[in-house]
């Protein structure tokens, strides 16, 4: 069994997370967010938070070269957008905080290529 | 039996029943329920809005509102005011009681696990596609998502370096 198979078992033998086996999407406790949040060290809230950048900016469509619209990606762009918005206001709140997240180039570039595929944005 | 588990539901017990979390009407019906003020006599506009706000923010977890309530009462706040207390530190009033309910769970997490859950703590909650980690060359983009990687690409990728 690979190691992703082993972390989704672990984490929903713990009741952490759940996973629909339609739709192949997973799901957890907003409240199990914050928790887990405020349970780690800065130094993986970074960690963390730089890599759901990287992972979201992989997944994201860019603009196809010498076209300008991106309407015939738009049901891909609109499965990640809300999480993107999720991720940007995570940090924002972060940002007020003593110890704030630093935005990575990965975040910064996945910014951008949001506002490209508008009108989505 | 209760239990977080879902995998309990499959065996030794026969079959499981979820109980879901309360929708924000009713978690904040709870609220009010656990706080006895459905008793009380013209509960106001501004603390029926503020027990929904609160029951939203605590995604109508009942063991979280039920820690809530406790903590009004014992401060003899009213909703509102507590909320305000709330969206300023959140952590504060969680406290021990929500800490403990996962601390343990946290704790027995190994590195992979906690890796994923604190990348998805970034996330939307509901409709995480499972594919935004199933990459073929996770370790290329970055060593802590190693464990994204496919298990029968790391295959091919350890054939390759022992051919080279």
């Not at chain 2, 309530?69 to 909703?79: F, M, N, T, V």
Request: charged share 20%; aromatic share 10%; glycine share 4%.
């Amino acid at each position: 069994m690979s190691r992703l198979a082993d972390v989704h078992e672990s984490l929903i033998s713990l009741g952490l997370i759940k996973r629909d086996r339609t739709t192949q999407e997973i799901s957890l406790h907003r409240l199990v967010q914050t928790q887990f949040r405020y349970y780690m060290a800065e130094v993986q809230q970074q960690e963390t938070f730089a890599l759901a950048s990287t992972l979201l900016l992989a997944a994201f469509p860019t603009k196809p070269r010498g076209s300008h619209q991106m309407y015939n990606v738009w049901s891909i762009c609109q499965r990640y957008l809300q999480h993107i918005l999720f991720l940007m206001r995570h940090y924002e709140e972060a940002s007020r905080k003593a110890e704030p997240l630093t935005p990575t180039k990965d975040f910064c570039t996945l910014l951008v290529h949001c506002l490209r595929s508008e009108p989505l944005c | 039996m209760t239990t977080r588990n879902p995998n309990l539901a499959f065996e030794p017990a026969g079959a499981g029943i979820e109980v879901p979390h309360f929708d924000t009407q009713s978690g904040s019906g709870f609220l009010i329920h656990l706080l006895q003020l459905d008793i009380a006599q013209d509960l106001g506009e501004n603390e029926c809005r503020s027990a929904m706000e609160l029951a939203e923010k605590l995604d109508g977890h009942a063991l979280a509102i039920n820690t809530m309530a406790g903590l009004i009462h014992r401060r003899q706040w009213s909703i509102s005011q507590f909320l305000r207390a709330y969206e300023k530190s959140p952590q504060k009033c969680h406290g021990s009681a929500l800490d403990a309910v996962w601390r343990l769970s946290f704790e027995s997490l190994d590195s992979d696990s906690s890796m994923f859950l604190g990348i998805i703590s970034y996330l939307m909650p509901d409709a995480i596609p499972q594919d935004l980690f199933e990459l073929e060359d996770a370790s290329f983009i970055h060593k802590n998502l190693a464990f994204c990687q496919d298990e029968f690409s790391c295959v091919i990728h350890t054939r390759i370096f022992c051919y080279k």
